[in-house]
Every structure is written in structure tokens, then in C-alpha cells.
Nanobody, 123 residues
Framework: VQLQASGGGLVQAGGSLRLSCVVSGRTSNDAGTAWFRQAPGKEREFVGG????????YYADSVKGRFTISKVSAKNTVYLQMNSLKPEDTAVYYC?????????????????WGQGTLVTVSS
């Protein structure tokens, strides 16, 4: 299984970006995908996740109402739409995959990781 994250870049505060995560390889029918982020000098933190069917999502309080996760199963792609970006959203964003329908918020629950894509929000 491989995950390829893309879409990061430099944006001004208040702007928007959409990240993509393409999943390739054989995955279980109930695999869930999540986005994490890691700012310089900080631990990797959960941003949000989506179940395999796409019907259930869960977000960290810090991004709730601003970020939206969606997926297009036919493309094996999960998206992270980020609106109203703030300088504190600056981080490397990673997508991750695990078997099981539950959306977990800790890194050790995820088996597969993408390479990360850098998001920089200027003030």
C-alpha cells in the first residue's frame, strides 16, 4: 500500500488550499484514512479522518468548521479542503491509512503513511 500526498503550498491567512492523498495497492474494505500535521518542533497531531464509505468523518477541534475531508472512491483519493487558513495551520501534512472503520486520532493506530506535503500560511 502506498499513499501519495500533494497540494501543499504557500497561502495568505484567510486563504484556502486543497490537499489530495492518492491510495494505491490493496487495502481492506473498511480501511479509514486520516490527515495529520506536524509543525516545526512539535509532535505530529491529528487533523481529521474519514471512514472507508465516506459517510463518517471526525475532526480535531482546532480545524472543525474550517477543514473538510472527502473522498472519491473511484479515484482512490481522499481530499482535505482547508478554508480560512491561519498561520498556526503551517505544518507538513501527512495522510495515513489503517484497517478498520473506527477513526483513531493517534499516530500508532495507522499502518501506512504518505510522504507529507508542506503548507505554509503567511500572516
Amino acid at each position: 500500500v502506498q499513499l501519495q500526498a500533494s497540494g501543499g503550498g504557500l497561502v495568505q491567512a484567510g486563504g484556502s488550499l486543497r490537499l489530495s492523498c492518492v491510495v494505491s495497492g490493496r487495502t481492506s474494505n473498511d480501511a479509514g484514512t486520516a490527515w495529520f500535521r506536524q509543525a516545526p518542533g512539535k509532535e505530529r497531531e491529528f487533523v481529521g479522518g474519514i471512514g472507508w464509505s465516506g459517510s463518517n468523518t471526525y475532526y480535531a477541534d482546532s480545524v472543525k468548521g474550517r477543514f473538510t475531508i472527502s473522498k472519491v472512491s473511484a479515484k482512490n483519493t481522499v481530499y482535505l479542503q482547508m478554508n480560512s487558513l491561519k498561520p498556526e495551520d503551517t505544518a507538513v501534512y501527512y495522510c495515513a491509512l489503517r484497517g478498520g472503520s473506527t477513526i483513531h486520532t493517534t499516530t500508532e493506530r495507522y499502518n501506512y503513511w504518505g510522504q507529507g506535503t508542506l503548507v505554509t500560511v503567511s500572516s
